[in-house]
């Protein structure tokens, strides 16, 4: 297997190209880390650390910056670093940098610095809010290494704040180090492992850290930096040295960087073993293994794994993009061939599609999760028919019939309200069979653009696209009803019925194409061509 997603090898002195490069890392449960190769955040995103928490619930920026600095004979220089709104860029990365890969999905940093080679590998163990970052010493020494974390503690699409006073307080029992944010239940667990050197108390304030690529995009992009302090090691060449933070118990803080690292390749070895053979070379190899970075397991609702544990279930979601995203009903739908079919993982995606059903109400699938809330929303008119579409491929792929037969009720249950009517005015016509769908200050279609108050593009009415997932999902009903032994003649009518009211009724001959919208607000057509 080629364990190698990307090699960068660097020799250059402009840091421009290596601020712009990003990485990320991710742990199963929603959450990440996320940087650039310089080791300079350019975004409120960016962080060393940021889990998936179930109190309080949503992804929380914990080390927003980590900044190390080796000593290595009369050589010394400090990596990482930040860029300030005065434009200065602190850091000398991109003098030592010597090459950047992500082996197995875990970013790898070499850098030399005088007679000393040093790399470092970031991974998340899986299934954990947990982070280890292992250093170790390849040629030359001995150095001395400083690890100084900066906290930020804040939801990650938060405002950014500069907080004047100090917010954190530090907590030393011997080798064991917590630090919580003042009137909040955020607390963080850090060390060294193996237990060595010396953390120093030594807190450190910055001002008017910025962030570009918030500034470039108009959004707010600077805040204050803070550091409780910073440990000191020293390093020779076959001794690793590992700093660990977690939001667990302590017991997470025994996980060093040699068995956290050697886990992770073991489990991504395991993945790529059951990939289909035309993706297990190459580029869509690599494809594949990147796709387990959207597989999770939510990590802000653990209360709804408990639950299903318990009748015999698993809770898988995607995330659909990170950094800010979180599980979308419609991307989770059209996504899911791709990253679950096309890797070999079909127990994931039929556990994708058990928990989406025990998410619909009246007749709807989730249109997103919003982060840090425990509730779904539901304002989503084509979420909902992908589901049936994505149920077909996995029937198809998997040949899992019991599925079929498992979801019946709740896909007879969403015809059902879609021909009665349900929320946001989506129902079908009894004039024509067809679907129409809007309401005021929703956007329904994929096309969801909202800026305040406004929908872009509201598409009020029966769009195109959302007539060809209907009669997928009546035609779908009837073979799968047919299968299962229903009575399946309403949907065939129905499905009939909304093919000949399509045909008649979106054609555009002038144009030679589709319609976009038909018998919108206003009782006309939209015209517009649009990729739908």
């Known amino acids: 297997m080629n364990k190698d997603l990307l090699v960068l090898h660097w020799k250059g002195e402009d840091a421009t190209l290596l601020h712009q490069r990003e990485w990320l890392a991710t742990n199963g449960l929603g959450g990440f880390a996320s940087g650039t190769v310089l080791g300079v955040n350019s975004r409120r995103y960016h962080g060393l650390f940021v889990p998936n928490l179930a ?3 949503g992804r929380y920026i914990m080390i927003s910056r980590f900044d190390e600095e080796l000593i290595c004979g009369e050589v010394r220089t400090q990596l990482g670093g930040a860029q300030y709104t005065d434009g200065r860029l602190l ?10 890969s992500v082996d197995h999905l875990m970013p790898v940093w070499t850098y030399r610095i005088g007679d000393c080679r040093l790399e470092k590998t970031l991974v998340l163990p899986h299934g954990q809010n947990t982070v280890v ?3 170790r010493l390849l040629e030359g020494g ?8 900066f906290l930020a503690f804040r939801r990650q699409d938060a405002v950014l704040r500069r907080h004047e006073g100090w917010p954190f307080t530090l907590s030393i029992t011997g080798n064991r180090h917590e630090v919580s944010l003042l009137d909040s239940p955020l607390r963080m667990r850090f060390g060294i492992r193996p237990e060595q050197g010396a953390f120093v108390a030594h807190p450190h304030k910055e001002e008017n850290i910025m962030y570009q690529v918030e500034r470039d995009r108009g959004y707010d992009h600077s805040e204050n930096a803070f550091s409780p302090g910073y440990f000191s090691v020293a390093m020779s060449v076959g001794q690793p040295v590992s700093f660990v933070a977690t939001t667990q118990g302590w017991e997470a803080l025994e996980t060093d960087g040699i068995s956290a690292i050697t886990a992770e390749r073991e489990r991504i070895e395991k993945l790529m073993s059951i990939v289909p053979e035309k993706a297990s070379k190459g580029f869509a190899q690599k494809l594949a293994m990147a796709a387990d970075q959207f597989l999770i397991l939510p990590g802000s609702r653990l209360e709804e794994t408990s639950r299903a544990a318990a009748s015999g279930n698993e809770v898988r979601t995607i995330i659909a993009g990170y950094h800010w995203f979180g599980d979308w009903g419609r991307d989770t ?45 539901y304002h989503t008119v084509d979420a909902t028919l992908w589901y049936f579409h994505a149920i077909d491929r ?12 498992e979801l019946w009720p709740v896909l007879s249950g969403i015809i059902e309200h879609h021909l009665r ?7 079908v016509d009894p004039e024509d069979g067809l679907v129409r769908a809007g309401a005021p200050g929703y956007q329904l279609t994929w096309m969801d653009a909202k800026v305040g108050d406004w929908v872009v593009t509201p598409r009020r009415g029966k769009p195109v696209e959302i007539q060809a997932l209907w009669h997928n999902a009546l035609n779908l009903m009837v073979d799968w009803g047919t299968r299962l032994g229903h009575d399946v003649e309403a949907y065939k009518a129905h499905a009939i019925r909304a093919r000949n009211s ?10 030679r194409y589709l319609n976009d919208v038909i018998d919108t607000e206003g009782g006309g057509i939209d015209t517009s061509f649009r990729p739908n």
């Open 55 to 57: 109190e309080p619930k």
């Open 91 to 100: 850091t000398k990365a991109q003098h030592y940098l010597e090459s950047f």
């Open 133 to 135: 970052v292992q250093y």
């Open 142 to 149: 001995p150095a001395t290494l400083h690890l100084r974390p």
């Open 333 to 377: 739908m059209i996504s899911l061939d791709g990253l679950t079919l096309c890797t070999g993982r079909f127990r994931e995606a039929g556990a994708i599609l058990r928990t989406f059903s025990r998410y619909v109400r009246d007749g709807l699938l989730p249109n997103l999760f919003p982060e840090g809330e425990r509730e779904a929303l």
């Open 394 to 405: 996995y029937v198809n792929v998997v040949g899992d019939e019991e599925i079929l037969n």
């Open 421 to 427: 009517g349900t929320h946001y005015g989506i129902g």
């Open 502 to 511: 399509f045909n008649r009724r979106f054609w555009n001959e002038s144009g």
